[in-house]
């Protein structure tokens, strides 16, 4: 098979339909639509075996979390997924690993009525780059920009959980029921698409975790030229970081890469409105804490005492 028929056969042929797609995959450029009022949020993600994932897991699962991980980005953005692109780098033709590979990028782009409309196909090292757009209505922008002094800081879901699986991945005598557990947070991040709305109409800034909630939450600091501080109690750590990490599983879960749940501020005046909703809901977001003005990353302990925190994560260089 050359490089076109498998463009056709395992990309081409499957794509979701969506209405905005004036022109997709088989041209030298697509073709699409945005709609009056609508803004386009871009955003792009390599993924390299052996950094991002393990070249021997299921080729679904690869596709699947690629996906997931370049959603989570527009989530951020309070943006609604339309459209992706997908350079795929091949070190072989692989039949079986394309028809997986095609699988989980299917059920992916289906989950989330996203379109696949390009891409380009290369051989060599295994490596995939995405490229996702998004729609949010024009006027509006939730960026990691806007958070003042007062705002309180949520985070959606729990942490540390992604980090502790791989943690574990040389591990076998780890108890097989946990380690399936922490696995699938790993192999199939939910990204918080169910999010969008809510941090239009109550975000003054948010960000996606994908480098630990530390180093996330200060790039919000930075961008908005403000501080935070943390409460230690109340961050929402996995019970089995809890479990395996006892002591150590605060450090654990601010440093834990790859959760790609979201962490956000909301304005003292909305933040009665906001718990409301999130109770109703269930949209399982907790406070952990609050900006102020005063620079820096600081966590208050259960003694009272007040720390500064290093906001170390997960760095490529
Ligand atoms: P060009 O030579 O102009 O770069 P290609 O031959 O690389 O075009 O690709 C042919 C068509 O197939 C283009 O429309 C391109 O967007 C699409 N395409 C190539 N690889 C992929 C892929 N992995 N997934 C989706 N579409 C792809
Ligand atoms: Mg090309």
Redo the contacts with the bound molecule.
């Keep these: 098979m050359n ?2 028929e ?3 056969v ?3 042929s499957m ?1 979701h339909h969506r209405e905005d797609v004036i022109l ?7 073709c699409l639509r945005v709609p009056d009022g609508m803004a386009l949020f871009v955003s792009c993600d390599t993924l390299v075996a052996d950094v991002h994932f393990l070249p021997d897991w299921d080729a679904y699962d690869i596709a699947f979390k690629a996906v997931m991980v370049n959603l989570s980005d527009l989530a951020a953005m309070g943006a609604k997924p339309a459209w992706l ?4 780098t091949l070190p072989e033709f692989n039949s079986d690993w394309l028809m997986r590979y095609s699988q989980g990028l299917r059920d992916a782009l289906d989950r989330f009525n996203l379109a ?7 051989k060599g090292p295994l490596s ?1 780059t995405l490229t996702i757009h998004g729609l949010a209505p024009e006027g509006r922008l939730v960026g990691r920009h806007g958070a003042n002094p007062g705002d309180k800081i949520f985070v959606s879901g729990e942490l540390g959980a992604a980090a502790q699986a791989v943690a574990f991945l040389n591990q076998p005598d780890v108890d097989g029921a946990h380690q399936q557990r922490l696995m699938e947070k790993l192999l199939h991040p939910v990204p918080r698409v169910d999010l969008c709305d809510h941090l239009q109409q109550f975000a003054t800034a948010a960000i996606d975790i994908s480098d630990g909630l530390g180093a996330d939450l200060n790039h919000i600091c930075q961008a908005s030229q403000v501080g935070a501080c943390l409460a230690f109690d109340q961050l929402p750590i996995h019970p089995l970081v809890r479990h395996y990490q006892a002591a150590h599983s605060f450090d654990f879960a601010m440093k834990g890469g790859d959760d790609y749940e979201l962490c956000f501020t909301v304005a003292p005046q909305d933040e009665v409105q906001f718990l409301e909703m999130n109770a109703q809901l269930g949209l399982n977001c907790t406070k952990i804490g609050q900006i102020q003005a005063h620079p820096g990353l600081w966590v208050t302990y259960p003694d009272g005492r007040v720390r500064a925190y290093p906001p170390e994560g997960y760095a490529h260089f």
């Design positions: 490089e076109f498998l463009i056709d395992f990309f081409k794509t997709g995959i088989g041209d030298d450029a697509s692109t997908l350079a795929l696949l409309v390009g891409g380009d196909t290369t995939m």
